[in-house]
């Protein structure tokens, strides 16, 4: 399964999903809320700087 594959299953919906870096969809409603937790609130950001700065200086 891939983007480009769009045959109408929930499967198709989460890449497409994916693929269009929407904040929310209430198919995937936890997941969303994951995302806009990590990309928006303090917290989130935060928690995602803190492993993305880890990830650079990893060798």
């Known amino acids: 399964m891939n983007v480009a594959v769009d045959d109408g299953s929930d499967m198709a919906e989460l890449m ?9 969809n209430n ?9 806009n937790y990590f990309k928006y ?6 928690i995602m700087a803190t492993l993305f700065e880890e990830y650079l200086t990893e060798e």
Do not use: C, H, I, W
């Open 41 to 46: 609130e303090r917290a989130g950001v935060n």
């Open 16 to 24: 497409q999903y994916f693929k269009d870096n929407s904040d929310t």
């Open 27 to 35: 198919k995937f409603a936890k997941l969303s809320n994951r995302v």
